[in-house]
């Protein structure tokens, strides 16, 4: 079910907690965190204490486009995380039938594999975009995403298009603006690990870096920053 920025604003403005937005990859990173290096180890801890916080001290939000995009990939993600836990479950075997053989023992360790741990995760990251209140995409965030598009404006770029993350980012923008129009005094914080197309907490593409100023919105890049946030100790 989706709600209307109308009913974003109205669960919003019963408290001041900071809003924060988050996009497909870091919904889907919660998965992709147990095997990328370019991920914090503590990814899915922090996703999990988030889902906890929802309500209590943040506002998890995200659009249509998200869930709709997380359908459309989950079963890749998932396979790649199978893949790379047999890649996992090979090297230890190899690791451990070496070591017992030169250092005389006999330690065994258990196949991640036999776990089962791919399906447990898959929870965990669909429960997470299940707590976030999902944003309706309207006409007007499609019709200002093909203007970004055709300029070449962040997210879009030249041979990168990016339609669905530029209707993304007017969603949020859209429901940052209604908010703010409403006397919502929080903050606004849109979480993302994409810096190639977004930019970063501290150098914004343009014309995000506008977009977001003129609003009081803040771009996050580290779940541990989000965290912190939500636990009022940034």
Same mark, same amino acid.
Request: aromatic share 6%.
């Given at each position: 079910m989706y709600n209307?920025?109308?009913?974003?604003? &109205?669960?919003?403005? !019963? %408290?001041?907690?900071?809003?924060?937005?988050?996009?497909?990859c870091s919904i889907l990173d919660i998965i992709n965190s147990l095997h990328s290096n370019s991920l914090p180890e503590n990814y899915a801890l922090s996703a999990f204490e988030l889902i906890k916080l929802h309500k209590t001290s943040i506002l998890l939000i995200t659009s249509q486009n998200v869930c709709e995009e997380w359908k459309d990939n989950?079963? $890749?993600v998932l396979s790649t995380m199978d893949k790379e836990i047999l890649k996992v479950d090979r090297n230890i075997r190899s690791m451990?039938?070496? %070591? &017992?053989?030169?250092? $005389?023992?006999?330690?065994?360790?258990? $196949?991640? %594999?036999?776990?089962?741990?791919?399906?447990?995760?898959r929870a965990l990251s669909e429960r997470f975009l299940n707590t976030c209140l999902h944003i309706?995409?309207?006409?007007?965030?499609?019709?200002k995403a093909m203007q970004r598009v055709r300029k &070449?404006?962040?997210?879009?770029?030249?041979?990168?298009?990016?339609?669905?993350d530029c209707e993304i980012i007017e969603c949020f923008l859209d429901t940052c603006k209604s908010l703010k129009s409403k006397g919502f005094k929080g903050r606004f914080l849109f979480f993302t690990a994409n810096?190639?197309?977004?930019?970063? $907490?501290?150098?914004?593409?343009?014309?995000?870096?506008?977009?977001?100023?003129?609003?009081?919105?803040?771009?996050? &890049?580290?779940?541990? !920053?989000?965290?912190?946030?939500?636990?009022g100790q940034a």
């Open positions: 209307t920025i109308d009913d974003i604003c &109205n669960s919003c403005l !019963h %408290s001041e907690f900071p809003v924060i937005f988050f996009d497909s989950i079963d $890749n451990t039938s070496l %070591s &017992n053989l030169l250092l $005389n023992a006999s330690y065994q360790f258990p $196949n991640i %594999s036999s776990l089962k741990i791919t399906k447990h995760v309706e995409r309207k006409d007007e965030h499609t019709l &070449n404006e962040a997210p879009a770029r030249k041979g990168k298009p990016e339609p669905k810096k190639d197309d977004f930019g970063s $907490n501290k150098k914004l593409k343009p014309p995000l870096d506008r977009q977001f100023s003129d609003i009081g919105a803040e771009l996050i &890049n580290s779940i541990d !920053h989000v965290l912190a946030i939500a636990k």
